[in-house]
């Protein structure tokens, strides 16, 4: 081993050391971190023990031939749950809050909410609409009582304050009690549900709850949790778009756990809300104030289940118990409206907005779905019944815009294809071993008749954003959801003009066990319009316009495989604007008289020959450039001979 790897492998060594010295923890973060390991192992403690004389008491309860009298069971019952063992047995009784858009049942065991129905909407086999139900969902807040037993709101039994009650103005209130045994000392859940909304509001109030449990309880842990039904026909399709999303009290940004694979994730900052989201529709929690901090679970489920996801949050939030101030929550049970979630910031605070909308995703160019292409959707919505006319009508609106774009891009083409007698006299002239000096001929022949090869692409780039913008907004507008046109059942999903049961290796796999006609619709448009215009350009590029229309030609095969699956509306729309700019291109064509567009290309070249025109810096560089790009081309010949 020589010096330099003997210092070499030191300065290595040093360096290791040295990073250990200077992130080795101070002596106040090894005490916080051993307190906070004590306090996680007494917790685990509590739990074992009020775990162990939860379990002694529900045997007692179940089993009365035991001999226990009332005294001893009751001794049980408050060695289990303390100060809430009146809350520890009961009968579960379901209460229903009930607008026109919503039906909320609440459940007497654990306070919560045991199903959500969406009274305007169906499941795709015309079944009614629960995002969730009975044991799918759990809400559960965790208690210490002051004898250090662990109580779980989940396994307590409310009783409601009175009979639901309806204002004045048709929201819905009723109020959920946790009683104790300590005279005027319990948790009131209170529900209220507005007159036609889909936001239900969700209070705890404690009243002298420090009583029976520690009165320096400031926080408390809270778990929520739900699975994610199948609503749609088509499940690869809704699992792509079904993700736990969550937004930071700071930030204005929505993330979201990985929807592709099972994900979990730790949140310390302050937390504004957590939605489960599918693809049309969400439970979002939101907290008035803030959630301290969560811990997140996003897993799959297996898919003849009847479910996509599993989602949990385990989350500390704020909990008063000696003053009594409650802590308030709202749950949006409802629809993956663009308007409706974005209804609900206003009248807000700039800094209080809740930025719900954000759970749609609307792609890279969203801002044009937000500004243009919502907007007139929702024009043509307004008077318009018929979603398939709609879409004709934006494909038609996007054209119209776009057209002066087309026209450029057709004309840049046409040009290029005029010059072919040029261009062959060119390629004749300079041999193919020297393409460099081919290249630079072709330059100063297209700059000569003021044409530039890129003047086509650029139209088609431009046209790119509203494209795309598209492809983020028909896949997630809900407006289209089983809404039929033609042979298309609903424009939300696929449209299978051919479908089979039976499992075909391959087949199966790449077609999901269908084909969508309008899918197949869009391909052969795509394929025939590239077979044009690779056809008008074919003159004009020899061997590479050749490679350039093969790839064209593959093209529309691909998407096939990749939008078979997609919504229907979405092909439906691509197949309509590949067949209008199709139409567009022979019109185009009809009206153009190349032989006049030669004429008047050779006679700006003339002009240009006697009067030069004094060239742009731009041009001056890009020539450079070119005339330098050509020397190294030259210079590699050599080398090679």
């Known amino acids: 081993m020589d010096n330099n790897t003997t210092i070499g492998f030191l300065l290595i060594a040093l360096i290791i050391i040295g990073f250990a010295l200077i992130n080795k923890p101070s002596e106040e973060e090894i005490a916080r971190q051993r307190h906070y390991n004590d306090s996680i192992a007494l917790v685990q403690q509590q739990r074992m023990a009020a775990e162990a004389a939860r379990q002694e008491a529900n045997a007692a309860l179940q089993a009365p031939a035991q001999g226990l009298d009332s005294a001893s069971l009751q001794a049980k019952l408050a060695d289990a749950f303390g100060a ?19 039906r909320v049942a609440l459940s007497a065991q654990g306070g919560r909410i045991y199903s959500a129905e969406l009274k305007n909407f169906r499941t795709h086999d015309s079944l009614p609409l629960f995002l969730f139900e009975g044991k799918e969902s759990m809400m559960n807040f965790t208690l210490i009582t002051s004898n250090n037993r662990i109580v779980n709101t989940k396994d307590m039994f409310f009783t409601p304050v009175s009979a639901p009650q309806t204002d004045a103005d048709g929201n819905q209130t009723l109020a959920l009690r946790l009683g104790t045994s300590v005279p005027d000392a319990y948790i009131d859940f209170v529900y209220t549900l507005p007159k036609d909304d889909y936001m239900l509001h969700f209070d705890i109030v404690p009243v002298n709850i420090s009583r029976v449990i520690p009165a320096g309880t400031n926080s408390l842990e809270m778990q929520w949790a739900s699975k994610l039904r199948q609503q749609e026909k088509g499940r690869k399709f809704e699992e792509r778009y079904a993700a736990l999303n969550y937004r930071f009290a700071s930030e204005k940004d929505v993330e979201m756990l990985n929807a592709a694979k099972n994900d979990s994730r730790r949140l310390n900052n302050r937390i504004k809300w957590i939605a489960f989201k599918d693809q049309f529709f969400s439970s979002i929690l939101i907290a008035d104030d803030e959630i301290v901090s969560a811990n997140l679970t996003s897993s799959i489920e297996p898919e003849h289940s009847g479910y996509l996801k599993d989602y949990s949050a385990n989350m500390i939030i704020p909990f008063d118990a000696l003053d009594g101030t409650p802590t308030g929550f709202r749950f949006f049970l409802g629809p993956n409206h663009h308007q409706t979630l974005a209804s609900y910031d206003k009248g807000i ?25 919502i907007p007139m959707f ?84 431009l046209q790119m954003p509203i494209l795309i913008a598209m492809f983020g907004f028909f896949p997630t507008a809900i407006e289209l959801r089983q809404e039929s046109f033609l042979w298309a059942k609903d424009l939300s999903t696929y449209d299978a003009i051919i479908s089979w049961k039976a499992h075909i290796p391959l087949i199966s796999s790449i077609f999901d066990n269908h084909i969508s006609l309008f899918c197949v619709l869009m391909t052969v448009t795509t394929f025939l319009s590239n077979k044009l215009n690779t056809a008008t350009q074919a003159a004009a590029g020899g061997d590479q316009m050749k490679m350039m229309q093969w790839m064209m030609n593959l093209m529309p095969i691909m ?83």
Request: hydrophobic letters at 40%; glycine letters at 4%.
């Open 84 to 102: 809430f063992s009146p809350a520890a047995t009961g009968t579960d009784t379901c209460y229903v809050l009930e607008n026109e858009v919503l």
């Open 349 to 373: 605070d700039k800094e209080d907005k809740l930025y719900l909308r954000k759970i749609i995703p609307l792609g890279w160019f969203g801002f044009v779905n937000r500004y243009f292409i």
């Open 559 to 641: 998407f096939f495989f990749i939008f078979n699956n997609y919504a229907s509306g979405l092909t439906y729309y691509y197949f309509l604007s590949t067949l209008i700019s199709t139409i567009q291109m022979y019109a185009i064509r009809a009206t153009v008289d190349e032989e006049k567009l030669l004429a008047q290309l050779r006679a700006k070249g003339n002009a240009r020959d006697k009067n030069p025109k004094k060239k742009s810096t731009f041009m001056e560089r890009l020539e450079k450039a070119q005339r330098e790009q050509l020397k190294a081309m030259q210079q590699q010949q050599k080398n090679r001979r």
């Open 378 to 461: 929702n024009f043509f919505r307004s008077f318009i019944g018929n979603m398939g006319l709609i879409i004709l009508l934006m494909t038609l609106v996007v054209k119209i815009i776009i057209f002066p774009m087309t026209y450029k891009s057709y004309m840049s083409s046409a040009k290029m294809r005029v010059l072919k007698p040029e261009i062959d006299e060119i390629n004749a002239r300079i041999p193919a071993d020297k393409p460099a000096e081919r290249q630079q001929a072709m330059m100063k022949l297209y700059n000569k008749v003021g044409v530039s090869p890129m003047s086509g692409c650029l139209p088609l780039l």
